[in-house]
């Protein structure tokens, strides 16, 4: 064995032993798997309302600023909203034109079918400013209504917004425009109109001290206004006047829609109701199963086949039959979703 | 030098037995004091900053020794008076529980449980089900109501299909006895298990509770073990000394460090055997009486004993450069345990052999030694010539792609459930089917801490553990999370009648501050925040709960963590990991490669170190470091195979066993170099070394492999995988000694075995060890 070799082979062990404790100091486990991607919707998520854009284009929108896209199928995307905020309303013209408000006076708009959402500058209260209810009008105008006596008229596909009334400590919830006439519905049972899109309005007196949460109507004269505790409250002179209705249950009832042959309403404990006069109301919640008991709806919206259902979960009534759209479960919502009241 | 030392050995032999019994006699005293396990503590890697997170905040926030128990409804739902009083006992039963932390039992039964409810003047807090149980249909329906609306309490302390509820319990670290815990735990569960219920348990002093009921079997294999031994060994030596003698080592009770305890017993054995057979060979040789035979094998292995033993004691020792203090423990007591070889082995066992009468009769008729010796002489003609280069070169390649294997061995556990179980176990299956219903079991906390008081109240706080629970959350194995930010929007939906659209954190520190009053002075105890948060808000918890404990389940989470923290900085606050069984698992894993693959390096400095200062070569160091290497890789790629992962488990196994076998190598190549310097030519000096020193290899090697096959019969999945583990590294020893090393010299010559003019001057290289 020549020196040399001999000498190269004498320094190896120590190579080897110097290399694994360089190794030692350098090589950590892998991490691995830090890409992934969130599920489109999480247990967290609560959507507070669902509109029907087009055929087979669905918005929903919900807590912390989420906002998808999906295909009336349970399909969902997420698109990227730029708010953390709340969202507690959604509503669309077309297929590209939609907007959606929320909590801190958020106003979102989009004119390319989701893949932007603008945020307006609206001219909401700096004291309280959230928004809960919006309608879009033909013409690329709007409504919205929210805290603090806020009802703002919106133009240009949600761009522009202007406030047709005074700061004031009242909240409005519910909103319904036909034509020209615009009904409020709000706080410790509040009701207000307009016949001239918002230039003056009038107050209306209610039988209720508990908040209206949503008002609608089927015609110029039958309109039903739900609220908190159960309450149903039917007008038949286009709103002017309006008696208590019972409906056997105390669960709070936070929608109400007319989907062209009936009222439906939604709230607490997967409480959903029909009624075609809205005088006798029956429920309609057999679809739902025991799963009722943990759900909640805050939107029940007509869709082009059935009614669409926004809140602890995304479904859709098809006849008497409740079909999820959210890809959980039925009935799995995150662990601070379920109320105790 | 050495020769007097050998001669004073025998000669004044009483004397000798006499001072190394008192010697063990001391070492025992001293051992029975040894404490090892059980404290918790000692499992944790020192000065790691996530155990510093943990140890500073587990108080509160949960250590890593909570049990969870689930009750469940073999039929239907839970919500049955019988059910719920069962319910009631366990949760009333576990305050008596030895260690219990009474504030963290928690149950929909426990007065923990509350449903917050707005009221005339504010909000109240009340108990789910605490103290009564609803004894009436109506009663039971509201509760049932009241539980599934509750997202607080559905999910976690109730699951989804109502057919389950969960009991978590905590201890206080320095109190728990796990399997004090454990037995009395079992004893609550078996009183209130029956027809319809069911009861599931899992949580680190369950396991450890199970471990030790599976005590006396480990005793039952330990016995038949050392049973196969002495058949064994009694069938190679014939004789009854031969069978004895080799027995002479401790034993140790703790079913985990068993196993190291085995792995000292297998290099007891393995150096008496070959002073045996050594003894015997001389006797064949022509040695007159016992004496001189004994003289001669001691003076003849002296050297590559005392090398194996220096060796493995250095080898155990750098383990106590891993900064966990189990590892250090286990350390000092296995290098402690090793160099007492060197008396209870290299001395005493010729010392006692010399007191053996000629001629030897043999115990009993079956004489494998004709066999042994002709497969020796038959290997030893074919590990020279060109199949010496064939198998280097095999070798080789042998080494590069277990090397290639051995980086995908797995750090921490990995598969789901306790890895020192079998899958099909009670615990294993409990462990399953509780993580299949609740969103797990395994919790890591995360604490955002803040520079003052009430700083966690500011809503960006709240907001950033709002967005890290759900980015957390997006990995599939966290079943869920829980934090201040989960419990703040409910006080605030109950302040708004409940209404679902105002389930949002207040708009300012204020607003936050006061519905946590408003819900701690409705009647919750200050104390129930306390998981959540510290009593004056400058830090918060999230908790995380997992559903497995794999080492790539926590990477990934930790790896995240990080990915968030760096992401979302918030001034004035920082985001400290990790505490909770899951983060000081996360802790551990993290030192174990780099300890690992240190330990092994600075191993092969020791060894390189006594083989150079033997054999004045480092060419020597080199040599010996191939079977070390060969055994290190094989046996990680085999782990990496069979999915065993590296953990705090396997950890002593894999570093005490790095020098394990080596001795082999020493023996053989030492008996090559010496009759290399009688003048044989190679291939005589392989075949004789062979004849010798290979067939105690044999002997020990075959012995050992077969006595570890019992562990096979183990419930403990850990015990099972080990003793393979073992088996294979001694099977792979054996063969590079047998095989491998004759070839190497073969092949390449080295000086210091081949005895060149440099090593020939040094005359008597074996006088540099000093006894």
Redesign the interface.
Same mark, same amino acid.
């Given at each position: 064995?020549s020196s040399r070799s001999?000498f190269i082979?004498?320094?190896?062990?120590?190579c080897?032993?110097?290399g694994? =404790?360089y190794?030692?100091?350098y090589? !950590?486990?892998?991490?691995?798997?830090?890409a =992934?991607?969130?599920?489109v919707i @999480?247990?967290?998520d609560?959507f507070?309302a669902m509109v029907q854009a087009a055929a087979g284009q669905f918005w929903a929108v919900g *807590? &912390?600023g989420k906002v998808v896209l999906g295909d009336g199928r349970g399909r969902w995307q997420v698109q990227a909203s730029g708010t953390?905020a709340?969202l507690?309303a959604v509503d669309a013209w077309d297929a590209r034109h939609a907007l959606a408000v929320g *909590?801190e006076g958020t106003v979102l708009s989009t004119s390319d079918g989701g893949q932007t959402w603008l945020k307006a500058e609206a001219p909401v209260s700096a004291t309280a400013n !959230?928004l809960?209810r919006v309608q879009a009008l033909p013409d690329g105008q709007a409504v919205a209504v929210g805290e603090f006596n806020t009802v703002l008229l919106g133009s240009a596909y949600g761009r522009h917004w202007e406030r047709l009334t005074p700061e004031q400590d009242v909240a409005w919830?519910g909103l319904a425009v036909r034509g020209s006439r615009i009904t409020v519905a709000g706080e410790f049972g509040r009701l207000m109109q307009s016949d001239d899109l918002g230039r003056s309005w009038r107050a209306i007196t209610t039988p209720t001290e508990a908040?209206l949460?949503a008002v609608a109507f089927a015609d110029e004269r039958r309109g039903v206004a739900v609220g =908190?505790n159960g309450t149903v409250l039917l007008s038949e002179d286009g709103g002017r006047s309006w008696l208590p209705v019972g409906q056997g249950g105390e669960e709070?009832l936070?929608d109400v829609s007319w989907d062209g042959r009936r009222f439906v309403a939604c709230g &607490?404990?997967g409480l959903l109701l029909e009624s075609a006069d809205g005088r006798a109301w029956k429920a309609l919640d057999a679809a739902l199963g025991e799963a009722r *008991?943990?759900l909640?709806f805050?939107r029940v919206v007509p869709g082009a086949d059935g009614l669409l259902l926004a809140?602890a979960t995304l479904g859709v009534i098809h006849g008497d039959r409740f079909v999820s759209l959210a890809s959980k479960a039925a009935?799995?919502?995150?662990? @601070?979703?379920?109320?105790?009241? | 030098m050495l020769a007097r030392f050998v001669d004073f050995c025998i000669g004044r032999r009483a004397l000798v037995v006499t001072v190394i019994g008192l010697l063990t006699l001391l070492m025992l005293g001293a051992a029975s004091r040894i404490h090892v396990g059980t404290d918790f503590g000692d499992l944790l890697p020192r000065h790691h900053a996530y155990v510093e997170v943990h140890n500073r905040f587990k108080a509160t926030y949960g250590s890593s020794n909570a049990v969870t128990i689930v009750l469940e409804a073999e039929q239907g739902d839970i919500f049955r008076t019988d059910f719920l009083e069962r319910l009631r006992t366990v949760t009333l039963e576990l305050r008596k529980v030895d260690g219990v932390n009474p504030e963290q039992i928690i149950s929909l039964a426990s007065r923990k449980i509350v449903?917050?409810?707005?009221s005339s003047d504010g909000l109240e807090s009340r108990p789910l089900m605490f103290p009564e149980v609803p004894s009436d249909a109506a009663g039971l329906a509201e509760l /049932?109501? $009241?539980v599934?609306?509750?997202?607080?309490v559905?999910?976690?302390y109730v699951s989804?299909d109502l057919g389950a509820a969960l009991v978590t319990v905590d201890f206080y670290d320095h109190l728990l006895k796990p399997e004090e815990a454990f037995r009395q735990i079992r004893a609550i569960a078996d009183s209130v298990a029956g027809p319809g219920l069911r009861v599931r348990m899992v949580g680190e002093p369950i396991l450890a509770g199970w471990v030790a009921y599976f005590l006396p079997e480990t005793l039952t294999i330990l016995a038949a073990t050392l049973a196969v031994l002495g058949a064994l060994l009694f069938l190679f030596s014939r004789t009854w000394r031969g069978t004895l003698l080799p027995g002479l080592a401790g034993i140790q009770f703790d079913p985990l460090v068993i196993v190291v305890a085995f792995l000292i017993t297998a290099r007891s054995i393995s150096h008496s055997v070959q002073l045996v057979t050594r003894f015997d060979d001389e006797l064949k040789a022509g040695a007159a009486t016992a004496r001189e035979a004994a003289r001669k094998a001691m003076f003849g292995l002296f050297k590559p004993g005392m090398l194996g033993v220096i060796a493995d004691a250095g080898c155990m020792i750098i383990v106590i450069l891993v900064p966990i203090p189990l590892m250090q423990k286990v350390a000092v007591i296995g290098t402690v345990w090793v160099s007492t070889i060197a008396l209870s082995a290299v001395v005493m066992t010729p010392v006692l052999l010399s007191w053996v009468r000629l001629p030897v009769r043999h115990a009993h008729p079956i004489n494998l030694m004709p066999g042994l010796d002709r497969a020796m002489a038959g290997l030893a003609r074919r590990v020279v010539g060109r199949n010496a280069y064939i198998l280097v070169a095999v070798a080789g390649l042998v080494f590069l792609v277990s090397g290639w294997f051995a980086f995908d061995i797995r750090?921490g556990d990995a598969n789901p459930g306790s890895p020192i179980l079998h899958q099909d176990s009670a615990y294993n299956r409990d462990a399953t089917e509780i993580n299949r219903r609740f969103p797990g079991t395994d919790r890591m906390f995360v604490v955002l801490a803040g520079e003052q008081a009430d700083d966690i109240k500011r809503p960006e706080a709240l907001?950033t553990m709002?967005?890290f629970?759900?980015?957390m959350?997006?990995?599939p194995e966290i079943g869920?999370?829980?934090s201040l930010a989960?419990?703040i929007?409910?006080i605030k $939906?109950?302040m708004r009648?409940?209404?679902?659209?105002y389930?949002?954190f207040g708009r300012n520190q204020n607003e936050n501050g006061e519905l946590l009053y408003l819900f701690s002075s409705g009647g919750a105890d200050p104390s129930d925040l306390e998981r959540l948060a510290d009593r004056d808000f400058k830090t918060g918890a999230v908790t995380l709960f997992f559903r497995d404990h794999q080492?790539?389940t926590i $990477?990934?989470a930790?790896? $995240?963590i990080k990915?968030f923290a760096a992401a979302n900085p918030l001034p004035g606050m920082q985001l400290l990991l990790a505490g909770g069984f899951a983060g000081v698992t996360a802790a551990v894993? +993290?030192v174990i490669?780099?300890?690992q693959? +240190?330990s092994?390096?600075?191993a #092969?400095?020791v060894l390189?170190l006594c083989c150079a200062v033997t054999y004045r070569? #480092?060419?020597a160091? %080199?040599f010996f %470091?191939v079977p070390v290497?060969l055994a290190n890789t094989l046996t990680f790629s085999f782990m990496a195979w069979k999915g065993i992962g590296m953990n705090i488990n396997t950890l002593p196994v894999a570093a005490l066993g790095i020098g394990l076998g080596v001795d082999y190598a020493f023996y053989i190549i030492d008996d090559i170099r010496e009759e290399l310097r009688h003048g044989k030519s190679l291939e005589e000096a392989i075949a004789l070394a062979l004849a010798g020193a290979g067939k105690g290899v044999t002997v020990t090697a075959g012995t050992l492999i077969l006595a570890v096959a019992m562990w096979g019969f183990s419930s403990l999945r850990f015990q099972s995988e080990m003793a393979l583990l073992m088996a294979i590294w001694l099977g792979i020893s054996a063969f590079s000694a047998l095989v491998l090393m004759p070839a190497m010299v073969v092949v390449? /010559?080295?000086?210091f075995v081949m005895g060149?003019a440099r090593a020939a001057s040094v005359a008597r290289p074996l006088q540099s060890i000093q006894p």
């Open positions: 064995m001999s082979t004498s320094l190896a062990p120590l080897i032993i110097g694994l =404790l190794a030692a100091l090589i !950590k486990p892998a991490g691995g798997g830090t =992934l991607e969130p599920p @999480a247990p967290r609560h507070y *807590n &912390d953390r709340h507690q *909590n !959230k809960m919830y908040h949460t =908190l709070h936070y &607490d404990r *008991n943990f909640w805050s809140g009935g799995t919502s995150g662990p @601070a979703s379920a109320t105790a009241r | 449903d917050v409810r707005s /049932k109501a $009241r599934q609306r509750n997202g607080l559905l999910g976690s989804r750090i907001e709002n967005r629970q759900r980015y959350e997006a990995q869920a999370s829980l989960d419990l929007p409910v $939906r109950v009648d409940g209404n679902h659209h389930e949002e080492g790539d $990477r990934t930790v790896a $995240r990915e894993n +993290e490669l780099a300890s693959i +240190e092994i390096a600075l #092969l400095l390189v070569s #480092l060419n160091g %080199m %470091m290497i390449f /010559k080295p000086g060149t």
